[in-house]
């Protein structure tokens, strides 16, 4: 099972709403990943939890907040959203971050509107 | 910082005939991966294949295979017989050591298979 599951694949959010993306995987994967990626862009790295510790926060506002509560899932807090954070967000994982070689596993992405 | 660049933004290619995507990268550091992904309108990133800078050997998975020039810091996608299911936009990505685990990626080049 090679899969990194994102819900929803579909959210409309006001800029005062509250809400949530969720990531899950069950290939026993210590390092799980957020990206944001706009339209015909590359993935932006925001976040890496490895072994459930953030690791790394590439100075994301603070109005996303990341989530591990345990090493099968990946959550993503939204709050006071702007239009521009209007986005696709890729949830992916690997077995170790450190190991450079290791595969990525991408989800299939969150579609985010901000309106 | 290291940075990848990928020159060609859309490509394409005739059903069954072989097209290579360019990319290439800058780094000072001596260990490191390179990988190429592909992302289909289904959105999801799908790892084709890696390359280890140790390793002189070029990759290949099946129709794909890679023109590693470590030297001239090039990493070059050879996509043979071609399908349909190719259509996608490629992404050309780097990871090393000391800080730099992070997915890098390039700008993308779009894949049109002509049938």
């Known amino acids: 099972d090679t899969e990194v599951t994102q819900t929803p694949k579909h959210l409309v959010m006001g800029m005062t709403n509250k809400k949530s993306l969720k990531c899950e995987q069950h290939m026993g994967h210590r390092a799980m990943y957020w990206y944001k990626q706009k339209a015909k862009k590359p993935p932006e790295l925001m976040f890496v939890y490895s072994y459930e510790k953030l690791s790394i926060n590439e100075s994301v506002p603070s109005r996303f907040s990341p989530e591990c509560p345990n090493s099968s899932l990946l959550n993503l807090h939204l709050h006071a959203l702007q239009p521009e954070d209007s986005a696709l967000y890729l949830c992916?994982?690997?077995?170790?971050?450190?190991?450079?070689?290791?595969?990525?596993?991408f989800g299939e992405g969150s579609w985010l509107t901000v309106v | 910082a290291q940075t990848v660049t990928q020159s060609q933004p859309e490509m394409s290619v005739q059903e069954a005939e072989t097209v290579t995507l360019s990319c290439t990268y800058d780094t000072s550091e001596s260990d490191y991966y390179l990988f190429w992904y592909k992302q289909p309108p289904s959105r999801q990133m799908i790892l084709v294949i890696r390359q280890e800078a140790y390793k002189q050997q070029n990759a290949t998975e099946n129709r794909f295979s890679v023109n590693f020039q470590k030297a001239a810091k090039s990493f070059s996608l050879k996509i043979s017989d071609s399908q349909l299911g190719d259509a996608a936009m490629y992404f050309c990505a780097y990871r090393s050591t000391g800080g730099n685990e992070k997915l890098t990626f390039g700008t993308g080049t779009r894949l049109t298979i002509i049938p």
């Open positions: 992916a994982s690997s077995q170790d971050f450190r190991r450079l070689g290791n595969t990525i596993y």
